[in-house]
């Protein structure tokens, strides 16, 4: 007797789609997840007919010390409050505030791997907090009236003394200081980089100003604390800003240059009216002249002005070191300014790469998403490690060695990095997703037209991530999390946000949707969302509402579970149809019973003495009987048989047909489409594309009938790799070795301290920067 344990039996039910018995619905639609739609968010994905949001305009007059390193604002801040609400405060977000000695960022931060301390990070551990945060040193009002305002940690409480009343607009200002960060002690995408041989400084300077926080429909204030990981949520708004830096410094910025003619040289504006007609980039300051600028100590300052319309952030870089390369590029009739600024040490990668990567984003990312709105996309080196992206403007960090060498990693890093960043322009900054709350809305979309702009730089562009096999490990690794998970707790942002969410999208376009039917929805969410906030919901919502395909089951799978695809072909029969032709069924049936293989001991009786080998008499009809013999009783009542059939029913019985039942196994909990290749014995091959609804009554284990008249040799599950199936060995009917070549190792002792005396010094191979993107 076999005993099923209660739970197992629990277990074993809990397979099927949604019973009296079993909760799982793996197709069960997302209403129960979503936002309910309303006036500001409709059920389609559209922003709703009475959708608003609040806007912030500044002016600002900033100033950079180049002795201590110390940045010194003052703004002025018209907030509109287009909301139906009336306000009593304003929060204002005061992301340097995470330099602070006892911030939450300091003090949350857990131990590190002591097993593993780099150098760095070990110095670092020993150095004296730096003095960092906002000293912010008046907030007041238009008429100049002290306004009261409350710190809270990376947030700034202001209290209104009248309520701000639905429509109405509120004029004040802030003034502030504060020290910038070494960013080779504190790295983070803002900071300062020394260059010890000359003694300059490059600064690239973001999260500068104190920021109005979003205030919209779905969070009201969106205040939740900056701990470093989330990035920020952002109002539009028009700036003007005059920054104030060494004479001698070349300003890169968010926004146009209003004052040209103050602060760049005759022969810089010569250099880019020819730039105008060049179809290459065109060099505005030279290397040349960078280096002549280096050798110089400033004796005043200068003020470069821009201004900057619908923007929801605004960053700027500053260096005596830079060289400026430009090209005017062109689309749907508007004009933007591709740039790059960089210091000699990025040569000779930069002047060769960066400005034609910058014009080949806004040539693609237009082709997905919409036309670039603004009139300068600039990419600058410095700083950062891997990348760091704000309107018009970001910056990127590879370079080559010092010998002027550069590995593939740090040349296609570069490229690749340069896309990222300047295609952070389409998302977030004018597809203004809340990136505090959800990483992968901009770093999985953007990773995603990153790919794509990748691949049409170069045939075999080595793309790190993109293909649906990348992510396998990851997704049965123990720390994957749902993509919808906060920004801030994500365990593996990269592999997370971006990476994931990134091979979903791939997966859409390629598997689910088909190419055509994934662009047409996806043009439709960027349109619909162009200069507005979007939500997860109305992602999800809109790329069905354009696309006509349900896709709940693969929102719900992909971004809400951890589950992973492991698809199984377990097994496969064949069925053949029983003619009842006597002439073909019995002689088929004599041929299946010969071939019965031969037990044990029928093989050892064969040479058995039997008693009617002595006794003969005790044979009678059934010792002569065949009954595989066809009669003529038997032709004749299959005649009967075929006559009393109507003519459709007597084509099923056309002989030959081979019915094969595949049956299929869901190990991994994801449910995909099955792609199947059959190739046959004769040669030819079929290639199955069955929809993932395949699953929808039974999301563990489904059975597929495949009818032919072929006989088939090998069925491969997902021959091109398309659905991320973890686990190819169960891919094959009949089953195959999975080939891996296995690496081997002579076994290396560690050289003795007598062993290591004998030998000569050798020099220390020069290291490669990493990079990463953000
Ligand atoms: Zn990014």
Known sequence: MVKFSVALLGAALSIYAQSKNSPIDKF????????????YRTASGAPGHKYWQQRADYKIKVEIDDVNQKLTGAETITYHNNSPDTLMYLWMQLDQNIWEPGSDAMTTRTAPDFKQVPFRMAAGLLRDPFPGGYKI?????AAGGKMPHTVVKTMMRIDLKDPLLPGAKFVFNIAWNYNITNSKWLPGRTGYERFDKDGNYLYCLAQWFPRLAAYYDVYGWQHKQFLGQGEFTLEFGDYHVEITVPEDHVVASTGVLQNPAQVLKPVWRERLKQAEKSTKPVMIVTEADAIENEKHKPTGTKTWVFDAQNVRDFAFATSRKFIWDAQLHTAGGHNTWAMSYYPKEGNPLWERYSTQAVVHTLNTYSKYS??????????????????????MLCFNGPRPLEDKTYSSRTKYGLISVVIHEVGHNYFPMVVNSDERQWTWMDEGINSFLQYLSEQEWEPDYPSRRGEPRTITEYMTSDIQDPIMTNSETILNLGSNAYHKAEVGLNILRETILGRELFDFAFHEYARRWKFKRPTPSDFFRTMEDASGVDLDWFWRGWFYTTDHTDISLENVRLYTLDTKNPDLEKPAAKQRKAEEPESVAEQRNKNLHRRIEDYPELADFYNKFDEYAVTEKDRAEYKKFVDGLESDEKSAL???????????????????????????????SDLLRIPAEIWRKNNVQISKLHVTRKEIKQITVDPFLETADTNLTNNFFPRKPVKSPFQLFKEQREKNPMQKDKEPAAPKPATEPTSGQQ
């Open 28 to 39: 069960r639609q997302l209403e129960e997840i979503l936002p309910t739609p309303n006036e």
């Open 137 to 141: 040193t008046s907030v007041t009002d």
């Open 370 to 391: 919409f036309l670039y709105p603004y009139a300068t996309a600039i990419s600058v080196n410095g700083v950062v490690n891997g990348g760091m992206e704000y309107p």
């Open 654 to 684: 056309t002989p030959g047909f081979n019915f094969y039942v595949m049956d299929f196994k869901n190990i991994g909990g994801l449910v995909m489409p099955l792609i199947l290749k059959i190739e046959y014995t004769d040669g030819s």
